[in-house]
């Protein structure tokens, strides 16, 4: 079962709020998951931002949890970046807040979290990395570009059967600012809230 804040955040969430522009942008996405879903096939989902550090680990996490939620087999969501540098520790902040529990494994520049969102399942790892590091699919998976630097900086990117921009406005610009702990929070919640369109679609 999902924790409790969880299924709790994720019940008010509205997809009514999702414009039609958005829809259509999510679309190519949840064709990518029914199409794998109807094959019995594995969905290899791998989220990429330029940093892998903020969006698209958002990203990943709520495709983790909302396939879970609506009992989507077979996904395995991976993030990465064109560069690796570290998880921004604000992005991990916000999921706690809602009711993931985190615990920081390993203590380097780059550290790795634990991201746990459910009795009895496996712990997301987060950590920041390239796309095609070691620790992501080499091929059969879609690769999701959450940011615009990133879907123009990775013209190929090998081993993707399918290319799916879905962008997102940076919280990044709002580090150091009072509004900050709000715009982590918002873009997190406007990621999950699309995240919830897509798999309330898959039948």
């Known amino acids: ?57 958002l990203s990943q996490v709520w495709a983790q949890v909302l396939a879970f939620h609506y009992n989507v087999k077979n996904v395995f969501s991976y993030s990465g970046g064109t560069e690796a540098t570290a998880l921004f520790p604000k992005v991990a902040e916000t999921l706690t807040k809602i009711g993931f529990k985190i615990e920081q494994i390993s203590k380097e520049e780059n550290p790795v979290y634990s991201i746990l969102y459910a009795e009895n399942e496996h712990s997301i790892i987060g950590f920041s990395k390239k ?34 921009p879905i962008t997102y406005e940076d919280p990044k610009a709002f580090d150091n600012t009072p509004f900050q702990t709000e715009k982590y929070l918002e873009r997190c919640l406007d990621i999950a809230t699309e995240l919830k369109y897509v798999f309330s679609k898959i039948s």
Do not use: W
């Open 1 to 57: 079962m999902l924790y409790s804040n969880i299924q709790q955040a994720i019940t008010k969430l509205d997809t009514n709020t999702i414009s039609l522009e958005r829809k259509s942008i999510l679309n190519p996405l949840i064709e990518f998951i029914q199409e794998k879903k109807d094959k019995n096939e594995t969905i290899r989902l791998n989220f990429i931002c330029t940093h892998n550090s903020r969006r698209s680990h």
């Open 131 to 164: 796309f095609d590091a070691p620790f992501n699919p080499k091929s059969n998976f879609a690769a999701i570009l959450t940011c615009s630097s990133a879907d123009v900086g990775c013209p190929f990117i090998a081993g993707a059967e399918k290319r799916i």
